[in-house]
């Protein structure tokens, strides 16, 4: 099995940085893509940006020029940058890797539990 653990949420305020990561354990010979979502109270879970094993990233356009993210291949953890937080930045945030378990098998995705990010104005 995979596990999939964030860290670094936290409390900041509006302007303020947090930097969050994720790492990635467990029995598989790779990842391709690391991706980080957030979800906010009443609404939908949503791409926040992703970046593939190669290092091309997509970034949600409300994010674009905020944050960056990264990974350590060796590693197998992804970061995430946020810098110049807005209230409207506060979310759970989850991590997710498409993750490949053996050669010639499939290619499934895992889950962290999730890091609460607020951001106070």
């Known amino acids: 099995q995979v596990q999939v653990v964030e860290s670094g949420g936290g409390l900041v305020q509006a302007g303020g940085s947090l930097r969050l990561s994720c790492a990635a354990s467990?029995?598989?010979?790779?990842?391709?893509?690391m991706g980080w979502y957030r979800q906010a109270p009443g609404k939908q879970r949503e791409l926040v940006a992703s970046?593939?094993?190669?290092?091309?990233?997509t970034y949600a356009d409300s994010v674009k020029g905020r944050f960056t993210i990264s990974r350590d291949n060796a590693k197998n953890t992804v970061y995430l940058q946020m810098n110049s937080l807005k209230p409207e930045d506060t979310a759970v945030y989850y991590c997710?890797?498409?993750?490949?378990?053996?050669?010639?098998?499939?290619?499934?995705?895992?889950w962290g539990r999730g890091t609460q990010v607020t951001v106070s104005s």
């Open positions: 997710n890797t498409d993750t490949t378990l053996r050669y010639a098998g499939p290619t499934l995705r895992y």
């Open positions: 467990g029995s598989f010979i790779g990842i391709n893509v």
């Open positions: 970046i593939i094993s190669s290092g091309s990233t």
